[in-house]
Structures are given as C-alpha cells and as structure tokens.
C-alpha cells in the first residue's frame, strides 16, 4: 500500500444555516487507528458520516483507496460500506427483533453469504469477543457493554479495511468502556483493519495511534507522534 | 509514598530480610522508580529504631546484612492507622501549567499553541500508558489507569482553558 | 377531572410531533365519523328522492278522470342519452286550471320545453345536436326546479304540445298521490341489513386504530409524568382525556368533511343516481349517537390498550413475551354469531325482530374474524424460518409484535370477509331475478317499432338512412284474421309481415326465396295454431282485424309452411311472411314497422342517430337498445351501493394502513439509518417493509374468505336456496383488498426512502 488508504480534504457541510464541517481534513492509513476528539457539536460525527460515504459533504473531495467516494452513487456507496467498512455506534445500532448472533451475521447476509455460513462465521466472532453465551438472546435482554461488543463483532464481522467507530462507549461506564476498546482495538490490529475512531474521551482516544482535533469544524492535526 | 508503612505491611505477612523487602517493594510499587539498597537500610534502621520492627534472627554467613526482620505490635498498629487515615487530596492549586499560560497571555505569546503542545504531550504519555497496559497485568492496569485518569483531566483543565482562553485574556491583561 | 384536561392539553402540545399525531387522528376519526354520518345520512336521502317521485307521479290506476278545466293529459316519452335515462313528458292541458308538475311555474306551451339543468346543459353543449331532435323542434323556454327532479343529475323534459290525445296519454287532476312504490320483500330487508353491518363494521375497526395512532410515543410521555409524581389511576386519566380529545377533535373534523362531502355531492353522479345537498341529512337521533359515541369508544380503546402496557416511572414495558393467545374465548363470538343465525335458516320470517338478530348474527361472526387473526398470525409467524434478509426482519419483526399489524389488517379481514358472503348473497339472488331476454345482440343491437302509420315504407326509408348503422332489416307488419264472419269462430290473429327475403329469414327458416313468395310460419309447439291459414284463405288486415275494417287480402295458392325461428327480440310464434311483390301494399292500410339494426363500430353515437330518427317520425317511437339480459332494477341499486361502500371502506383501510405503516417507520428512523449505514440495500428494507405488512395481511384474507364463506353459505341456506361458492367473486374481493395493501405499502415508500436519507444518524 502505498499512499493512505482513506483520505478526506477540505470538506464542508452544513445542516440548513449550521455550518458542521468547514474545512475538515484527515488521511488514515492502511491498519492505522486514529481517533477524532472534539468538544460535542464540533463536527466530529459529521466528519465521519462524510469518510464513511454515508454523507455527502457539500464540497471537497473524500477518497478510499483513490476512488471518488462523493462521485458514487448510492448504490456504490452502500456496497462500499458493505464490503469495505465495518460500524459501531454509540446505541441503537442492534436490530431489536433478530438475535445477537443474527445480529452479527446481518451484513454477511447482506453481502448474500449463505444463512449456515454467515452464521457460522459470526458465532467466531461472538467467541472471540467473549459473549458466545449471547448468541441466542436478543438485544432487549442483554447489557450495554454486551451489546457493543456484540456490535463491534458485527462491525468485524466482514473483515473490513475500515471500521468506524462513533463514540463507541459514549453510553459506557469505564470498565465496560475499557474493555470494548481494548477488544475493537485488538480485533482491528488483528485483521489489520484501520480504525475512525470518534470520541469525546481523552483515555478512549488514547488507543489511537495519533489524533486529529476537530473545532468548529475544523481539523487540527496535532504533533504527528509515532 | 510513606516507604516505611509500605516496609511495615510487607513484612505483616511474615519476617524477611532487607533484600527480600527491596524485591517485593519494586516489584509492587515501584515500577519507574527502583529502591537504592541504601534507602532501604536507612528506612529499616528508622523503624528498629522507633519499635516498629524488631531483628527477628541473623543467618548464618557471610555478607553485610543477613538480618530477618518482623514488625512489632506497634508496628501493626502504625500500618492500621496509617491506612485507616485518608490522604490529603492534591490540589494543585498552583500549577506550572496555569502560570504557563497566563505569562503567554501576559507577554503576547500565543497561549494556544502552548495548549496544544502540552495537549499532544499528554495525549502521547496516555497513548503509551494504555499500550503498557494492554501488555500488562491486572496490577499494571490499575496503575497505569491511575495515571490515565489524572492525565485525563489535565486534559479536560487544558480543553476548558482553551475555550475560555478570549475571557482569561481579558481578565489577565486587563 | 385535572388529568382528563392534562391528557387533552397534551394530545395538542408537544411540538411538531405531537401535532402531527393529533392530526392524524384527528383525521382518522374524522374520516370515520363522516362516513358514519353519511351512511346515516343514506336513508333520508332515499326517501327525500322517493318523496319527489312520488309527488310528481303522473301514473293512474282505476277510475279515470273525465276532461275538465282542470285536467291535463300527460304521455311519458322515455328515452336514454348515452346510457343516461331521460324522462320525458308530453303535457297537453285541458283547462286553465290544468295542474303544474312540481318544479316547474307554468305548463309549457305547445312547442315549448321545459328541462332539467343537466338536460340543458347537455342541450347547450355540442353534442345538443344529439339530442335536439327529440325535443320534436321545441324551444327551451325554462328549467325545472330541484323539487321536481330526483337529483341535480337528472336527465328530464317536459314538452308542451296540443296534439296528444286521449287514447295516447293519461288524464290528470293533480300530480302525486299515486301508488307508493313497493316495499322492499324480506330478502332484500336481510340484505340491506348484512350491507350496513358490513361496510359499518369496518369503518368501526378503522375508528379503534385511528385512536391508537401515536400509542407509542404516548406511552413515553406517561412515563415521563409518572417519574415527576403521577401514580397510575392518573395517568389512565390523562390517557383517557388525550383519547377523548384526539377523538372530539376528530368529531370536528369529521362534521367539516361530512359538511365538505355535502357540498360535493351533488357533483357526483353514480349509475344515474344523484343527490341535492339538502338530501344528506341525518336523522338527529343518529347523530347524537355518533357524536357522543365516538369519543366514548375512543377512551374505551384507550383505556383497553393501555391493559397491555406497563408505565413506570423509567419507561414503558411492553408485556414482552405476549401472554400465549388463547383460543377458546377467541372462539366465542363467531360460535354465538352462527347460534344467532342458526335458527332462521330454512326461510326467514318479516318482522322486526328477526332484522336485528341477523344483524347481531351476522355482525357477532364478523368481529369473530378479527378477535381470531392475532391468534392466527400469531400461530403461522412462529413457524416461519429463513428467507432472505428483508423477509427475515419482517417476520422476526412479526414474531416479536404480531398485534400491531394484526390491528392494521383486521378493518381489511372484516370487509373482505363481509363482502365475499354478501356477493354470495346477491349472486343467488340475482340469478334468480335476472331473466334471460333471449335477445341475440349477434342480429341485432337496437330495434325501433312503431305504431301503424300510412306512410309506413317510407318510415322504414327513413330510419334505414341513419347514420352509423352496420346492417339492418326492416319488416312491415299488420295484423291479418280470416275474413269470415265474427260468431263462427274464435278470433284468430296472427302477424302479416312484409318484407324482403333477409329481413324476413328473421323470423323463420324460409328455405328458398324469391320476391313474390308467401310463407306460413309455424310456431313452436305451445303457440296458438295457424292451421286456419290455408293457402287461398280471404284475410282480413289492419286494424286489430276488426270486422268490416281494414283491407282484404287473399292468400296465395301455393303457400310452404316453414318453421319459426326466434327473432332479435327473443320472441317465436307462427305468422303469414310476405314479400313486397305478393301483395299490394298501398292497399292494405296503416302498418306497423319492425327495425333491427346493428352498429358500426366506428360510429360511437349510432344509437342516439337512431333514436332521433325514431322521434322525428313518431315521437312515440319505440327505439330499443338490447342486450342478452334484463334485471331486476332494484338489485342493481343495492349492488351499487354495496359496490361504493366496499371500494370507500377498503380505501379508508388503506388510509389507515399507510398512517400505521409511516407511523412504525417514523419510530425507527434510528435503526433504519444505521442499517443504511452498515449497508443495507434499499431494496432489502423496502422487501422488509413489504413482507411486515403482507404476510398478515395474507393470513387476514385467508381467514376473511373462510369466514365470508361460511357467512355467506347461512345466509344463502337462509334465504333457502342451495350453496354455491363464486371463486371468482372471492378472487375479486381478495385482489382488491390485496391491490389496496399494495397501494399502501407504495404510498410509504417514499416516506421510507426520505427517511433513509443521511441525517437519521444525527443525534445532535
């Protein structure tokens, strides 16, 4: 891989009269983590809908891997997520009807892989994220930690390239907190996928590699320290 | 961090040498900062002194200190009050950082840049504390989650300044 | 009495969603309310249009009036303008004081017409000239007025004239009092009373999911109050006063749409029947009914849905894992419905009494439909597995919530069930009424006749000339008897009937024909004999063959007798057929003319060509317009209404269900961002959306047509006629309220796409 896998550049958006990007910029390498901070309503979420392609910023130009990601069209750009990206939200991100592990099997389902072998696939990852004994229950019956680790096995699930992770312990308390970064990180430096990592919390953005500041925004890319 | 307490409960599991209790103290406690064997000698003669320790039997052998030592009565009792006593918060009211940044603001300096060097720096030393405990054990975590927690709200005093940095401008060169 | 206001302030506070739930149900119960006032309206606006035809009745049976100054001689003139009926009259007085017709503020002088607005507005307009002629070359000198019409619609004329005389016409002293129109017959009693139970019921469903729109988010807010201090007593209040006030708002809606559909009403005309505004006027009774009923149902339906749901202070807990549906009390109201029904099968009595039991019978097995489909789909959705992704989230969405769609489909279960047993019904009973006319619309498509006439031939020319007329055959007729004295037989007649060969091959089999030859017709087995007729036998021609009148024929010598054949009429009976040159048809006198013709295809007003060419020979020509069947007109009646009402009730089920449907979608906007998120096709959520609203759907009419059938088969058993199931009848009725899901299922897609569009996701 030569030049960074994910690149963002002078983007600008606004919602009706608020300005929520103006100016924003990032590039995130191949296996990289990097995390965005900022106070709430900076712009953090919104720089990231933008890299994933769930946004379109109202200018500038947004690439994955040298390919126009605001040129797409829809369609494209759900294939993208679906294939290439991988998600985890601060809540409500579990269907309430489907169980966890169908939860977790939904975006290789979605990518048409057999019903037994998606399945199969996301009882690995419920494993290896400590919560095989959820496979069964469904998202109403089971605690916040355990149903963002359960939705972090769903964001890994398709071993993507980039895994977006929006205030992943916003709705936490720190031991939980703790424990789904250090499972999201290490399953990500595993399959050596990158990480967007959006977060208010300095000790959560801690298991970055480095962090892009947003204010107003705008991206202040800190001292790059290895 | 009082050495001598920490000696006194050490050795409330059973007697040991000094060289034992050097072991058992940076194994537990002192991670950056290793004990000089001088240090503790002296710490020991202090407690023998006060009581609060007694020679509980001498090896048989060469070298310097082949003395066992084993906490008194006295000495259970200063560990019991020293815990049972609450330590006096920190409250850095006088902080390098604050008069830092007030001179900054005094002298014309760009105070923003300032907090944003000191912000990279914390952000670096937390990124380094969370990778060390990630490789650690359950008693590195809880030390460097210590310092991850005070790091942090560092971090939030360094945020907050830097959103109220046009209002203590005005106060300071007012 | 505090809460009660507390909820009612709440059902219109609370921004914009709040208003908008208060809308829709506003709406909901508005729509409801209308059309419950407008079927209560139904009956009055009936006998308002019967009491006008009645007072303008101008039939007399028994003693009739002899001529005076105050007496007028009225000849109706029935005609239809492109499948319209128009009533005409011909009015001649006899006196000053000759009476007025209502509606109108003097008689019309001869030469002059008076019409109807719709008549005169088609006079007006360019297609008049299809009409004019009709009118006999009178000027329209005034309209008639509303009192004298049955509805704004209706096509109508009076024509003044001098020349009507007193064997053509009826003799008046006054319009109206003449015989009241029949009552309606046990049968049709029991089927109007199934048709308002049936398309009432629905609209009942329709008002109890109205209610409940926004439940959810109601239930939020409770919560929310419950946690700064309401126990429960008082938050079942507050819901009771936000139900009531949602639904007294909705009665309000429901009086401005019903006042809107008032005004609007006599804009539209269905299968000829229109109606004046003033017409639509419920009777008091009812409406005190319905608006008090309303919202008191409305609290009711509150109150019971708020059973299933606990409001804590925290939150609102659904009871999660619904208690197991059970099925014996479920089973209760259909078993007692048919032991209601059971009874009167076999032959239903008159009276009082036996209208409301079928009514309870009928309407018992109905809601049994609805209490048994949360149980059924219940019981069909837990076996479901597998499937793609999209019919996954639908039937786990099932699996987890089955009685929120089971409440969507139930108005469409009740309507379908309802309308598959009544088309039962009136397919019996239709066979039963509706005649073959015998008529071979193949020969011919319209026929005119017309009275004897002197210039009879060229009458015959006259109408062949019409314009856009495929073939035609026209025959001459007169009445022939043999010609010997009165006391020595009975009065034999048969038809004389003159014309050329083709014209004449319509009413027999001739065989072989040339100009000049003369056939007996033998009619079929059980027609009067026409043995008398033998060849050289004197008849007698003209004038009912009366004696000493008319002219005197003789048969030919060599007559062939040849079998009858049905004519384009459907009629058979024996004859003497003659071709012009066998005869001298100057000589017989006035003749009557027969005329069949068929359309050209490409001439779309033919048959109104060919009535003006009726008129303006005898403007009491007869001109026919055939068709193979004939029915009873008051059924066509009832199964328009039926036909309405079914096609408005299904439209407000399928109101109700997109309102449902955008209401689901609305309250998981979250979720559907997210999965648009990681991904999710569009198409996959729209086939998710889809599969939630049809798989009930589809157990709803399944269980529809086994209820209807069943109902429909008592009532068929009933009546006392045996059971026969029309597929074609239910396919009818399923694929309607199937195209209605569709079409609210399409209606939310738009909704579903805006919603999936970027910023569900934003929290901030």
Not at chain 1, 166 to 183: C, I, K
């Amino acid at each position: 891989m030569t030049g960074p896998l994910l690149v963002a550049d002078d983007l600008h958006r606004s919602f009706g009269p608020t300005p929520a990007l103006a100016g924003a910029s990032l590039s995130v390498a191949a296996g990289e983590i990097v995390s965005i901070m900022g106070p709430s309503g900076s712009g953090k979420s919104t720089l990231l809908h933008c890299l994933a392609g769930i946004v379109s910023p109202d200018s500038g130009r947004v690439a994955y891997q040298d390919r126009d990601v605001v040129a797409m069209s829809d369609r494209e750009r759900s294939a993208l997520r679906r294939s290439q990206f991988g998600f985890v939200f601060q809540f409500g991100q579990l269907v309430p009807e489907l169980t966890c592990l169908e939860n977790v099997a939904l975006p290789l389902r979605l990518e048409r892989v057999r019903r037994s072998e998606a399945e199969r696939r996301a009882k690995d990852w419920l494993d290896r994220l400590e919560v095989t004994e959820l496979a069964g229950k469904r998202p109403g019956e089971i605690s916040g930690g355990q149903g963002q680790r359960v939705a972090v096995a769903r964001a890994l699930v398709t071993a993507p390239r980039v895994i977006f992770a929006d205030e992943p312990t916003g709705a936490l308390d720190s031991l939980n907190g703790e424990r789904v970064m250090r499972l999201l990180t290490g399953a990500a430096r595993d399959t050596r996928a990158a990480v967007v990592l959006v977060t208010h919390e300095a000790r959560v953005a801690a298991y970055a590699d480095r962090e892009v500041v947003v204010r107003d925004g705008r991206t202040r890319d800190l001292a790059r320290t290895a | 961090m009082s050495i001598g307490q920490t000696f006194l409960g050490l050795l409330e599991a059973g007697p040991r040498h000094g060289y034992d209790l050097k072991r058992a103290y940076d194994d537990r406690f002192g991670r950056d900062r290793p004990l000089h064997y001088g240090q503790v000698y002296a710490t020991l003669s202090r407690l023998l002194k006060n009581g609060l320790v007694e020679v509980d039997g001498t090896e048989p052998g060469e070298g310097p200190e082949r003395k066992r030592y084993a906490v008194t009565d006295a000495g259970v009792t200063d560990v019991q009050r020293w815990l049972a006593s609450p330590e006096k918060p920190d409250p850095y009211l006088q902080s390098t950082l604050y008069t830092k940044v007030v001179l900054a603001l005094v002298t014309g300096r760009p105070a923003n840049d300032l907090l944003d060097t000191q912000r990279a720096e914390h952000l670096r030393l937390m990124r380094e504390l969370t990778r060390r405990k990630n490789d650690g054990d359950l008693a590195d975590q809880l030390v460097c989650d210590h310092a991850l927690f005070h790091l942090e709200a560092d971090l939030r005093w360094l945020e907050l300044t830097a959103a109220r940095l046009d209002d203590l401008r005005r106060a300071v060169t007012s | 009495m505090r809460e009660l206001l507390i909820g009612a302030r709440m059902a219109v506070t609370g921004g914009r969603d709040g208003w908008t739930r208060a809308l829709l149900t506003a709406l909901g119960v508005g729509i409801g309310v209308a059309m419950l006032l407008l079927a209560a309206a139904v009956p009055g606006a009936l006998d308002a249009r019967q009491a006008r035809g009645d007072a303008r009745d101008d039939l007399r049976l028994g003693e009739p009036v002899p001529a005076a100054a105050d007496t007028l001689l009225v000849a109706p003139l029935e005609t239809e303008f492109r499948g319209r009926p128009v009533r005409g009259r011909l009015l001649r007085p006899e006196g000053p004081q000759a009476p007025v017709p209502p509606g109108l503020t003097a008689l019309p002088r001869a030469g002059e017409a008076v019409v109807s607005p719709a008549l005169k507005k088609v006079l007006d307009s360019p297609d008049g000239d299809l009409f004019r002629p009709r009118l006999g070359g009178a000027t329209v000198t005034g309209t008639i007025g509303a009192q004298g019409l049955a509805g704004p619609h209706e096509l109508a004329f009076y024509l003044g004239t001098d020349s009507l005389t007193d064997g053509q016409a009826v003799r008046l002293d006054a319009f109206g009092g003449g015989l009241p129109g029949e009552e309606l017959g046990p049968v049709l009693i029991l089927l109007v009373v199934v048709i308002f139970v049936v398309l009432l019921l629905p609209i009942a469903v329709f008002l109890g999911t109205a209610v409940r729109f926004g439940g959810e988010r109601r239930d939020r807010r409770l919560a929310a109050l419950r946690l700064v201090g309401a126990d429960t007593a008082m938050t079942r209040r507050i819901a009771a006063g936000e139900a009531a006030a949602g639904a007294l708002l909705g009665v309000v809606v429901g009086a401005a749409l019903f006042a809107l559909a008032r005004q609007v009403a006599p804009l539209v005309s269905l299968w000829d029947i229109s109606v004046y505004a003033a017409d639509v006027r419920p009777a008091p009774a009812l409406v005190a009914v319905i608006v008090l009923g309303v919202p008191l149902v409305a609290v009711l339906v509150g109150l019971i849905a708020l059973r299933g749901v606990l409001i804590e202070p925290l939150g609102v807990t659904r009871r999660a894992v619904a208690p197991r549906r059970r099925l014996w009390w479920r089973l209760i109201l259909p078993v007692t419905g048919l032991a209601l029904l059971y009874p009167l099968i076999g032959g239903i009595r008159d009276g009082g009494r036996a209208d409301y039991q079928v009514a309870a019978g009928v309407t018992l097995l109905l809601i049994g439909s609805v209490a048994l489909l949360p149980w059924l789909v219940d019981l069909t959705v837990r076996r479901l597995r597998g499937g793609p992704v999209g019919w996954q989230l639908a039937i786990r969405r099932l699996q987890l919530d089955s009685a929120t769609s089971a409440r969507l489909v139930n108005g469409i279960a009740v309507a379908v069930a309802g309308t598959i047993a009544l088309q039962m019904l009136f397919a019996t009973v239709e066979d039963e009424s509706t005649r073959s006319t015998g008529q071979d619309t193949t020969r011919a498509q319209a026929a005119v006749q017309l009275a004897p006439r002197v210039d009879a031939p060229a009458a015959l020319a006259r109408l062949r000339a019409t314009p856009g007329l495929g073939h035609s055959t026209g025959t001459l007729w007169a009445l022939a008897t043999p010609d010997r004295p009165a006391s020595t037989a009975p009065s034999l007649l048969v038809d004389l009937r003159i014309g050329d060969c083709a014209a004449l091959a319509e009413y027999a089999r001739l065989g072989s024909c040339t100009d000049g030859d003369v056939f007996l017709v033998q009619g079929p087995p059980d027609a009067p004999p026409v043995d008398a007729f033998t060849p050289g036998t004197r008849l007698r021609v003209g004038d009912g063959g009366q004696e000493g009148a008319g002219a005197t024929w003789s048969l030919p010598t060599t007559m062939p007798t040849v079998p009858a054949r049905e004519d384009p009429f459907g009629g058979i009976q024996g004859a003497i057929l003659a071709t012009p040159a066998a005869l001298p048809l100057t000589a017989l006198g006035p003749l009557g003319v027969d005329f069949f013709a068929t359309f050209d295809r490409t001439a779309p007003d033919a048959l109104e060509h060919l009535r003006n060419a009726g008129a303006s020979i005898d403007r009491f020509a007869s001109v026919t317009s055939m068709s193979a069947t004939t029915e009873n007109n008051r059924f066509t009646n009832i199964r328009r209404g039926l036909y309405i009402g079914a096609t408005l009730t299904l439209l407000l089920i399928g109101t109700s269900m997109l309102v449902g449907l955008l209401e689901q979608l609305r309250e998981r906007r979250r979720l559907l961002a997210m999965l648009v998120a990681v991904g999710t096709r569009r198409t996959t959520l729209a086939w998710s959306v889809f599969w939630q609203a049809a798989v009930p759907v589809v157990i709803g009419l399944a269980l529809a047509t086994g209820f209807g059938i069943a109902l429909g088969a008592v009532l068929l058993r009933m009546v006392g006629t045996s059971v026969s199931v029309d597929w074609s009848v239910v396919g009818l009725a399923t694929g309607l309220a199937a195209a209605v899901v569709l079409l609210a299922v399409g209606l939310g897609l738009p909704a579903l796409w805006r919603l999936l569009r970027a910023d569900g996701l934003r929290t901030d």
